[in-house]
Nanobody
């Protein structure tokens, strides 16, 4: 079965760093866009960072200069390097990927990771 498995979340002090990983597994023909979203209590899920298949990136204004998204196509993995963390970054982080599963279907379908908790203490 196809799935996205996240890792790397945890508790960190303000000013610290974490690196999140999200690996796609299963029978996958190709991967288009990948991204990271987060959801804090009482707030809607928001886009944090995205990266295209060609490596073009975009970031939420709140994380520009602090977070870096990258991908390893051979490993079917997307990463989120989070530096200079602040308490406002506390949220559940979800990875997302647009997956094409077969050669005979050109449709890309969104898949989501299970979510990983990031907590930043002051």
């Amino acid at each position: 079965q196809v799935q996205l498995v996240e890792s790397g979340g945890g508790l960190v002090q303000a000013g610290g760093s974490l690196r999140l990983s999200c690996a796609a597994s299963g029978s996958i023909f190709s991967i288009n866009d990948m991204g990271w979203y987060r959801q804090a209590p009482g707030k809607q899920r928001e886009l944090v960072a995205a990266i295209s298949s060609g490596g073009r990136t975009n970031y939420a204004d709140s994380v520009k200069g602090r977070f870096t998204i990258s991908r390893d196509n051979a490993k079917k993995t997307v990463y989120l390097q989070m530096n200079s963390l602040i308490p406002e970054d506390t949220a559940v982080y979800y990875c997302n990927a647009d997956l094409r599963l077969t050669y005979w279907s050109s449709t890309y379908v969104d898949y989501w990771g299970q979510g990983t908790q990031v907590t930043v203490s002051s």
